[in-house]
């Protein structure tokens, strides 16, 4: 049975950082592709970033490249989202995904909410 669990997610100001978490049973994070996602209310879910599974080939969308950084901890079998220079903009619930043998799963979510 695969799980994946976020946290981390909080209230920031414009301009900080935080680290998201996604925890995983089921699967080897670092054998795994995974992604995050994120849906802002009233938006569909858009694809932040994914890392490739094995070699730590990783891609985010434009309007987060060179602010967040995808990381795993192969001890832990956690995913990371390191996020900084956070802007209102990226306000949203943060999903991590995974697909197994044609399964998709998906977190609960995290809410991220950056404002002043």
């Known amino acids: 049975q695969v799980q994946l669990v976020e946290s981390g997610g909080d209230l920031v100001q414009p301009g900080g950082s935080l680290r998201l978490s996604c925890a995983a049973s089921?699967?080897?994070?670092?054998?795994?592709?995974m992604s995050w996602y994120r849906q802002a209310p009233g938006k569909g879910r858009e694809l932040v970033g994914s890392i490739a599974s094995g070699a730590p080939l990783i891609t985010y969308i434009d309007s987060v490249k060179g602010r967040f950084t995808i990381s795993r901890d192969a001890f832990k079998n956690i995913m990371y989202l390191q996020m900084n220079s956070l802007r209102p903009e990226d306000t949203a619930m943060y999903y991590c995904?995974?697909?197994?043998?044609?399964?998709?799963?998906w977190g609960q979510g995290t809410q991220v909410t950056v404002s002043s």
């Open positions: 995904f995974t697909r197994r043998a044609g399964t998709d799963y």
């Open positions: 089921g699967i080897t994070v670092t054998l795994s592709a």
